[in-house]
């Protein structure tokens, strides 16, 4: 008798949630009855109502039991499936239960067996961030279970890494295409580059354009600042505005340079300024560089062009060499001379020979200083390459060479220099006429050599 009244308790509540369109019309009272007696769905909506009020130690424990419950009464897979999601955040955020990062992602496994996407892209994300941003199969695999199932962001993951392996481009436009076909604007602003390289798709400039354009109706950065490049003159400002406004640090450095310069807009220091900052702030190293030119103040100028000198703009490290040289900082700024040097900086190059030739900042090294008069010289330096000249003269940094020395001079005197005229003059009086005639020819070939160099770059 007893168990023939608990199957009659239990098909009433079936019966009276199969009557209501949604449990969401249940009072308190009958979504409690009915979850009580094990229905899945009341158990998931009164967790939702529970944590609302809020009340999360309850919520929890329901939300639990509509994830787990199982037979006739158990909610459906994916409201068992984003119960199983909203317990791992619970526990993640350490409500109705004591933070428990492990336990939070037993959950969200739980949630993405079932097939929720959030789940699967959630441990994608944690496993990739566990491996230093690499990767590797794990987290590939949770990223390809949310793609499967239409997770934009998903498909934009395995999209990217695939444009990184050698002879996979048609898997990353696959994705992509599904990407951008689910509205995901970076997608849709990376497949229009695509159609316009042809790379892994015939070259199309008019489906990359209609891309394009979807993509900037979303306000994605690349894409406006893209529509900013290809508008006119006079739609140019207006166009770069967009892009700026949408968080493109190239378009807010256009903007700040136009205000400073005072083209197309009158010039508005206090604008500009505002938004070379704003282009700082989104990762724009020239605008860092181009703030440091803005700063009265010694330390304000050294802290800009450190920023943007770490940021790979060369001639913030040259900048902040002669700054640094300036203060007596030498030994600072024989090495950010060195920074600019090795980044083919050609002053830096001459600048950094000087400190090694005299010792500044350091011990004396003629033969690295002779390497960096070298470079310099080659890129048509006269200083260098009068310093070229007197240290192969005097035999400083490699062995002494009249010939090479005498090249050297000449080369510096093309222009005047009357220190490298006088230089050379004094060694030729010292050297037989075949030694000059050889010296002139070699200086004759350099200066050739150097000048196609400089037609070609």
């Known amino acids: 008798m007893t168990n023939r009244i608990l199957w009659l308790a239990l098909a009433l509540a079936a019966g009276m949630l199969a009557a209501c369109s949604s449990t969401t019309s249940l009072t308190d009272a009958e979504l409690s009855q009915a979850a009580t007696q094990g229905n899945g769905k009341a158990q998931y909506e009164l967790a939702k109502r529970l944590a609302a009020q809020p009340d999360y130690p309850n919520a929890m424990h329901w939300m639990q039991q509509a994830a787990e419950q199982s037979g006739p009464l158990a909610a459906d897979q994916q409201i068992r499936a984003n119960a199983a999601w909203q317990v791992g955040d619970w526990y993640q955020a350490g409500l109705g239960e004591p933070k428990n990062p492990a336990l939070a992602n037993q959950w969200w496994q739980r949630s993405a067996r079932l097939g929720n996407t959030h789940a699967s892209y959630r441990l994608g994300v944690m496993c990739q961030e566990q491996h230093q941003g690499k990767l590797v199969s794990e987290c590939l695999d949770w990223f390809e279970q949310a793609a499967k199932r239409d997770h934009a962001e998903a498909q934009l993951v395995l999209a990217r890494w695939y444009s990184k392996q050698p002879g996979a481009d048609a898997d990353a436009v696959k ?173 830096a190059q001459y600048a950094y020979g000087e400190m090694l030739r005299l010792g500044q900042g350091g011990k004396e090294d003629y033969t690295l200083a002779l390497k960096q008069y070298r470079l310099a010289a080659q890129q ?56 000059v005639k050889q010296a002139q020819k070699l200086s004759e070939h350099w200066f050739g050599k150097m000048s196609s160099t400089a037609k070609k770059s």
């Not at 006269?382 to 490699?398: D, N, V």
């Not at 093309?414 to 003059?425: F, H, K, L, N």
């Open 380 to 435: 048509g330096d006269r200083m260098a390459q009068y310093r070229m000249g007197t240290l192969r003269e005097k035999g400083l940094g490699a062995p002494r060479n009249r010939i090479h020395a005498y090249a050297w001079l000449s080369l510096a005197a093309t222009e005047g220099m009357p220190e490298a005229m006088q230089a050379r003059d004094e060694l030729e009086a010292a050297m037989t006429k075949p030694e």
């Open 175 to 347: 994705w992509l295409e599904k990407a951008a076909e689910l509205g995901n604007r970076d997608a849709q602003y990376l497949l229009g580059q695509r159609y316009e390289m042809g790379k892994g798709v015939a070259k199309r400039p008019d489906i990359a354009q209609r891309w394009n354009d979807k993509a900037a109706v979303q306000q994605q950065p690349d894409a406006l600042l893209l529509q900013a490049k290809q508008a006119l003159p006079s739609n140019a400002f207006a166009a770069y505005q967009r892009a700026a406004n949408a968080g493109s640090a190239e378009a807010e450095l256009w903007l700040g340079m136009a205000y400073l310069a005072g083209e197309q807009v009158p010039a508005d220091p206090a604008l500009g300024r505002y938004w070379l900052e704003l282009a700082a702030g989104h990762g724009s190293h020239e605008a860092e560089y181009q703030l440091s030119l803005l700063q009265v103040d010694r330390e304000q100028q050294a802290h800009w062009l450190t920023l943007a000198a770490e940021g790979g703009v060369t001639k913030a490290w040259f900048e902040l060499a002669e700054l640094q040289q300036d203060q007596g900082a030498l030994e600072q700024a024989r090495a950010s001379y060195a920074k600019a040097a090795q980044q083919g900086h050609t002053a």
